[in-house]
């Protein structure tokens, strides 16, 4: 279960930079080209700026609901340069719909803007992505241990009690008990509490290692797991074990790297 949703409210406080940044626009358009007057354009570049910019922002700040959804960063980045395109090549439409029907500055057809197509698909790809990831900021501790990631072994004051995950555009607080294991995402990790609930988490697990107790284990490149939550362990192929956690939640098949650490846990010699 997933309790992740699409919000597109938050996006609507960056209304006032958008709409700003459309009467820019038109206003150098005027400048360099008199074909039109300062209204017109302004009209035309707000129209623009607004599809391009609400949009590539509504997006944004629904980055946690896409990485919950999409787990394969290829499908991802695919996906998000798809939509991220097609929001410049509708806006390029709308620009020429408002050029014809409303100014009627030049004659309309579907699809006759040539070069200003590329143009606008490329600056949505690239202000895209930019707010995509910027959406969602590093937290202090993480960057931190990104840059002391050679320091000392922390110690038990420093455990992590609580993980703070993304829900929408608050912030959810999860009790460390309440895991049942942290799957890897790049330089993210979902978690994965006994509910059966899969939240979005900005440590990587490189960072949760050095801090949670020593009642997790790490057991896979991609896992780490709660001991305290585990139902049942079984033999898989190559010295790997399957490991069931139940209420829902999904096995998972430990790596033939770690084979001592389950051994550990199910007191082989």
């Not at 820019?24 to 080209?33: F, S, V």
């Not at 698909?121 to 910027?134: K, T």
């Not at 241990?145 to 009690?161: A, G, I, M, R």
Request: net charge positive.
């Amino acid at each position: 279960m997933n309790s992740t949703s699409f919000h597109v409210k938050p996006a609507n406080r960056f209304l006032p930079q958008i709409l700003l940044v459309g009467l820019g626009i038109g206003t150098a358009n005027y400048i360099m080209n008199d074909t039109l007057n300062w209204i017109q354009w302004g009209i035309q570049a707000l129209a623009t700026s607004f599809i391009i910019g609400y949009t590539l922002v509504v997006i944004g700040v629904n980055k946690t609901w896409f990485l919950s959804h999409i787990t394969s960063k290829r499908k991802l980045y695919l996906l998000l340069s798809l939509l991220f395109f097609i929001v410049g090549i509708l806006a390029t439409e709308i620009e020429h719909l408002i050029r014809s029907l409303i100014f009627k500055s030049q004659p309309f057809a579907l699809f006759s803007s040539g070069k200003m197509y590329l143009f606008n698909g490329i600056i949505s790809l690239i202000l895209g992505f930019s707010f995509f990831y910027n959406f969602f900021p590093k937290t202090k501790s993480n960057t931190a241990h990104e840059e002391n990631d050679s320091s000392s072994p922390l110690d038990s004051s420093e455990t992590l009690t609580n993980i703070p995950v993304k829900q929408g555009e608050n912030i959810l607080i999860i009790a460390i008990t309440d895991v049942a294991y942290f799957e890897a995402y790049g330089n993210y990790s979902f978690v994965h509490s006994i509910t059966g609930e899969k939240r979005l988490c900005d440590y990587s697990l490189l960072f949760l290692e050095r801090r949670l107790h020593h009642k997790f284990s790490r057991v896979h490149r991609k896992y780490i797991i709660n001991e305290n939550h585990i139902k049942r362990i079984k033999p898989h192929l190559n010295s790997r074990y399957v490991i069931e956690f139940g209420n829902g939640l999904a096995s998972i098949i430990s790596s033939k790297g770690y084979v001592m650490t389950i051994r550990k846990l199910i007191k082989i010699e």
